[in-house]
C-alpha cells in the first residue's frame, strides 16, 4: 500500500513536472517569438467590419483613411482581411523586396465567369502554366524585336484615328475622343495579333457598343460584391457573375472567328506553305500550340487574348482620352507640346516611334496623365497565400488581401509638390520613370505581376497623343471654356473619365 501511494505520488510529481517544465518552454518559446502586431486599422463594426467606410471612389477612402492610420493599415471587409499599402517604400517592399511571397492574386467572384480565373494569366499563380503564358505572350506581342515589327500597324491605325478625326473636322463637328481612343487602341492589338482591324470608323454604333461592353467589364469586376466578402453566400445573389458571362462571350466573337479562319487556312492544302504567312501573334502563338501543346493551347491562348483585349483596350484609351482631355483643360500645357511636336517634328505631321526620344516635353504630358490618373487605381489585389509575412514592423496574416493604392501614393502630398495640379514640368529635372522601378509612379504595377502591356502602351500612347495634337487645334464641344471641362471619374475596376471627351478638329492655324 505504502508502495502504491509513492508510486502514485512519483507518478503525480513527474506529470506536475513535466507540466511545468512544458508550460515554460512554450512561454519561454513564445516570449522570444512573439509576434509583430498586425497594422492598425480602424474599429470595425460587427460583421460588415469597415465596409461602409469605403465610398464609391474607393482609392480616395483609402487614400483618406491613410492619414490617420498610416501608410500601411488593416481592414476587414466583411470577413475578409485586406491590407492598404500608400506609400512608395512599402509598396517596395510588396512589389519588389517581398515580391514572391506576395505574388498571389485573390479571384475575385465575378471571375468565376467562364471559369476565366482558370485561364487568366492576370489571375493564375506564379507556377509553370503562368511562366509558359508570360513567356508566350511576350515572345509573340511584346517583346521589343515584336514591337519593331509591328511598329507598321500601330501607324497604320494611327493614321486611321487622324482620318477619322479629319472627317469630323470637315464638317466642323465634335469628335467622342473616348470612341476614337478605344477604336485605336483595340485595332492596334487586333492588326498584331491577327493582321485585321475588328473596329470599323465608318460603323460608330459598333465602336460604342464594344466600348461599352468593355466598360462594362471594368465595372462589375471593380464593383462590390458580397459573395467576395461573406463567404457562406454561395449564389450569384447580385448576378454579377452572369452579367460578367455574357459580357465575356461578346468579347470572344472577337476573338474565336479569327482564329478558326486562321487554323482553317493552316490546314487546307498547301497550309505548309501558309504558315507564318501573316507573321502576326496568331501565326506564332499557334505554332507553339502545334509544337509544344504543354507550353500552350487553344484555350489558354483564346483567354490570354481576352485579357489583353479587355485590359489593353480599356486602360490604353482611357489614358489616351485623360491626356487629351489635361491638355485641352490646360491650354499653356497644349501650346508648349504642340511647339515642341512643330520645332522636332514639323507642323502638322504625325509623328513616328523613333521621334519619342527627342520629345521630353510630351513625354512629360504623358507621365503626368498616368500620374494624375492611374489606369489601375488600386493595381489587382495581392494575395498572401502560404504564410504569415513580416513587412515594416508589422506581420501580414496569411490569407490577406494586399492592396497597392498607386492613386493615393502619386496624389500624396508627403510625396508629390502640389499633386492635384497637372504640372509636367515636375518631370522635366526628374529621372523618374512608369517602368515599374520607381515606386512613386506606378501606373503599370512593378515586379514579376507588371502590366505585361506596359511595352506596348509606352511605344502607342505618345505617337498618338502627339500626333492628334500636332495635326489640329482642337475646341471643346459648344464652345466650352477650358475651366468648365467636367473631369469627374468613373470608377470601376479602372477609373474613367465619366463624360466623355468631345471636341472638335480644326485645321492647323
Same mark, same amino acid.
Not at 133 to 141: D, E, G, V
Not at 217 to 237: M, S, T, V
Not at 291 to 309: I, K
Not at 383 to 412: A, Q
Given at each position: 500500500?505504502?508502495?502504491?501511494?509513492?508510486?502514485?505520488? /512519483? #507518478?503525480?510529481?513527474?506529470?506536475?513536472?513535466?507540466? @511545468?517544465?512544458?508550460?515554460?518552454?512554450?512561454?519561454?518559446?513564445?516570449?522570444?517569438?512573439?509576434?509583430?502586431?498586425? &497594422?492598425?486599422?480602424?474599429?470595425?463594426?460587427?460583421?460588415?467590419?469597415?465596409?461602409?467606410?469605403?465610398?464609391?471612389?474607393?482609392?480616395?477612402?483609402?487614400?483618406?483613411?491613410?492619414?490617420?492610420?498610416?501608410?500601411?493599415?488593416?481592414?476587414?471587409?466583411?470577413?475578409?482581411?485586406?491590407?492598404?499599402?500608400?506609400?512608395?517604400?512599402?509598396?517596395?517592399?510588396?512589389?519588389?523586396?517581398?515580391?514572391?511571397?506576395?505574388?498571389?492574386?485573390?479571384?475575385?467572384?465575378? #471571375?468565376?465567369?467562364?471559369?476565366?480565373?482558370?485561364?487568366?494569366?492576370?489571375?493564375?499563380?506564379?507556377?509553370?502554366?503562368?511562366?509558359? @503564358?508570360?513567356?508566350?505572350?511576350?515572345?509573340?506581342?511584346?517583346? =521589343?524585336?515584336?514591337?519593331?515589327?509591328?511598329?507598321?500597324?500601330?501607324?497604320?491605325?494611327?493614321?486611321?484615328?487622324?482620318?477619322?478625326?479629319?472627317?469630323?473636322?470637315?464638317?466642323?463637328?465634335?469628335?467622342?475622343?473616348?470612341?476614337?481612343?478605344?477604336?485605336?487602341?483595340?485595332?492596334?492589338?487586333?492588326?498584331?495579333? /491577327?493582321?485585321? $482591324?475588328?473596329?470599323?470608323?465608318?460603323?460608330?454604333?459598333?465602336?460604342?457598343?464594344?466600348?461599352?461592353?468593355?466598360?462594362?467589364?471594368?465595372?462589375?469586376?471593380?464593383?462590390?460584391?458580397?459573395?467576395?466578402?461573406?463567404?457562406?453566400?454561395?449564389?450569384?445573389?447580385?448576378?454579377?457573375?452572369?452579367?460578367?458571362?455574357?459580357?465575356?462571350?461578346?468579347? @470572344?466573337?472577337?476573338?474565336?472567328?479569327?482564329?478558326?479562319? %486562321?487554323?482553317?487556312?493552316?490546314?487546307?492544302?498547301? =497550309?505548309?506553305?501558309?504558315?507564318?504567312?501573316?507573321?502576326?501573334?496568331?501565326?506564332?502563338?499557334?505554332?507553339?500550340?502545334?509544337?509544344?501543346?504543354?507550353?500552350?493551347? %487553344?484555350?489558354?491562348?483564346?483567354?490570354?487574348?481576352?485579357?489583353?483585349?479587355?485590359?489593353?483596350?480599356?486602360?490604353?484609351?482611357?489614358? #489616351?482620352?485623360?491626356?487629351?482631355?489635361? #491638355?485641352?483643360? $490646360?491650354?499653356?500645357?497644349?501650346?508648349?507640346?504642340?511647339?515642341?511636336?512643330?520645332?522636332?517634328?514639323?507642323?502638322?505631321? &504625325?509623328?513616328?516611334?523613333?521621334?519619342?526620344?527627342?520629345?521630353?516635353?510630351?513625354?512629360?504630358?504623358?507621365?503626368?496623365?498616368?500620374?494624375?490618373?492611374?489606369?489601375?487605381?488600386?493595381?489587382? &489585389?495581392?494575395?498572401?497565400?502560404?504564410?504569415?509575412?513580416?513587412?515594416? =514592423?508589422?506581420?501580414? &496574416?496569411? =490569407?490577406?488581401?494586399?492592396?497597392?493604392?498607386?492613386?493615393?501614393?502619386?496624389?500624396?502630398?508627403?510625396?508629390?509638390?502640389?499633386?492635384?495640379? /497637372?504640372?509636367?514640368?515636375?518631370?522635366?529635372?526628374?529621372?523618374?520613370?512608369?517602368?515599374? @522601378?520607381?515606386?512613386?509612379?506606378?501606373?503599370?504595377?512593378?515586379?514579376? %505581376?507588371?502590366?505585361?502591356?506596359?511595352?506596348?502602351? %509606352?511605344?502607342?500612347?505618345?505617337?498618338?497623343?502627339?500626333?492628334?495634337?500636332?495635326?489640329?487645334?482642337?475646341?471643346?464641344?459648344?464652345?466650352?471654356?477650358?475651366?468648365?471641362?467636367?473631369?469627374?471619374?468613373?470608377?470601376?475596376?479602372?477609373?474613367?473619365?465619366?463624360?466623355?471627351?468631345?471636341?472638335?478638329?480644326?485645321?492647323?492655324?
Amino acid at each position: 500500500m505504502d508502495y502504491l501511494i509513492t508510486s502514485l505520488g /512519483f #507518478l503525480f510529481g513527474s506529470i506536475l513536472l513535466h507540466a @511545468l517544465v512544458t508550460i515554460s518552454r512554450s512561454f519561454s518559446k513564445n516570449k522570444k517569438s512573439k509576434k509583430l502586431p498586425n &497594422p492598425p486599422g480602424p474599429t470595425p463594426l460587427p460583421i460588415i467590419g469597415h465596409l461602409h467606410l469605403l465610398g464609391e471612389h474607393y482609392h480616395k477612402s483609402l487614400a483618406d483613411l491613410a492619414k490617420t492610420y498610416g501608410p500601411i493599415m488593416t481592414l476587414k471587409l466583411g470577413f475578409l482581411n485586406y491590407v492598404a499599402i500608400t506609400s512608395p517604400a512599402m509598396a517596395k517592399q510588396v512589389l519588389q523586396k517581398k515580391d514572391l511571397e506576395f505574388s498571389g492574386k485573390w479571384v475575385a467572384k465575378a #471571375l468565376h465567369a467562364h471559369d476565366q480565373y482558370k485561364y487568366s494569366v492576370v489571375m493564375l499563380p506564379v507556377e509553370a502554366r503562368w511562366r509558359s @503564358l508570360r513567356r508566350s505572350m511576350n515572345s509573340a506581342i511584346f517583346s =521589343g524585336a515584336r514591337l519593331d515589327v509591328t511598329e507598321h500597324v500601330r501607324e497604320n491605325t494611327i493614321q486611321e484615328l487622324l482620318d477619322y478625326c479629319k472627317s469630323y473636322s470637315l464638317r466642323n463637328e465634335a469628335v467622342d475622343l473616348s470612341v476614337a481612343a478605344f477604336m485605336t487602341t483595340l485595332n492596334s492589338l487586333t492588326s498584331a495579333i /491577327f493582321s485585321k $482591324n475588328v473596329m470599323d470608323p465608318n460603323l460608330e454604333s459598333s465602336i460604342r457598343d464594344m466600348r461599352d461592353v468593355m466598360w462594362n467589364i471594368a465595372i462589375e469586376a471593380g464593383a462590390p460584391n458580397l459573395a467576395d466578402y461573406f463567404h457562406f453566400i454561395k449564389f450569384d445573389i447580385q448576378g454579377v457573375t452572369r452579367r460578367l458571362t455574357n459580357h465575356f462571350s461578346r468579347v @470572344l466573337e472577337l476573338i474565336i472567328d479569327p482564329i478558326d479562319e %486562321r487554323i482553317q487556312q493552316r490546314d487546307s492544302k498547301g =497550309g505548309i506553305e501558309k504558315k507564318n504567312k501573316y507573321n502576326d501573334a496568331l501565326d506564332l502563338l499557334l505554332s507553339i500550340i502545334d509544337e509544344n501543346p504543354q507550353d500552350l493551347d %487553344r484555350t489558354h491562348m483564346e483567354r490570354l487574348f481576352l485579357d489583353l483585349f479587355i485590359a489593353g483596350s480599356d486602360t490604353t484609351s482611357s489614358t #489616351l482620352e485623360w491626356a487629351m482631355a489635361e #491638355l485641352m483643360k $490646360n491650354p499653356e500645357t497644349m501650346k508648349l507640346a504642340k511647339e515642341e511636336l512643330a520645332r522636332v517634328v514639323g507642323k502638322g505631321k &504625325p509623328i513616328k516611334e523613333r521621334d519619342v526620344d527627342n520629345l521630353p516635353y510630351l513625354q512629360c504630358v504623358l507621365k503626368e496623365t498616368l500620374r494624375l490618373h492611374p489606369p489601375v487605381p488600386t493595381l489587382i &489585389p495581392r494575395l498572401l497565400k502560404e504564410r504569415d509575412v513580416e513587412l515594416c =514592423g508589422y506581420t501580414i &496574416p496569411k =490569407g490577406s488581401k494586399v492592396i497597392v493604392n498607386v492613386w493615393g501614393i502619386s496624389h500624396d502630398p508627403n510625396v508629390w509638390k502640389d499633386p492635384l495640379a /497637372f504640372k509636367p514640368e515636375r518631370f522635366q529635372e526628374s529621372d523618374l520613370e512608369v517602368r515599374g @522601378l520607381d515606386f512613386e509612379l506606378l501606373p503599370f504595377g512593378s515586379g514579376r %505581376r507588371i502590366c505585361p502591356g506596359l511595352p506596348f502602351a %509606352r511605344r502607342l500612347l505618345p505617337v498618338a497623343i502627339g500626333s492628334m495634337i500636332n495635326s489640329f487645334d482642337w475646341e471643346l464641344e459648344d464652345g466650352m471654356k477650358p475651366e468648365e471641362l467636367d473631369m469627374e471619374v468613373k470608377v470601376g475596376l479602372t477609373l474613367k473619365k465619366a463624360q466623355a471627351l468631345r471636341a472638335v478638329p480644326k485645321p492647323m492655324s
